[in-house]
């Protein structure tokens, strides 16, 4: 942690926090897409495919759909300016807030 005196501190804002936090959710993602790829791959062997109803392989697409887009809601709702609550964009590690300007820590 490299600690210069020069640059205003109260005006950075640390989004270390809601990284870890996103970090998080998208292991709990990436689990989830896993159980869900792993159950339809088990599933086709039990069925060979021939499943009476849905065939795994159109659950196993909706279950990864609807976890992107769980996913995508939350990275939204979460991946925010600390400072004006705009989404902060495609970018892992912004110094600045584009919208605002607000520093936010790396
Ligand atoms: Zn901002």
Redesign the pocket.
Known sequence: MDRSSDADQSSVHDVTQLKRRLGRLSLWLGAAATVVVGWGFWAMGTTGGQASGLSPLILMSVGLLLIGMIGTVIWYGLWR?P??R?YLGNILNPRF?H??G?KLSP
């Open positions: 300016c400072e004006c705009r807030c919208r605002c607000v």
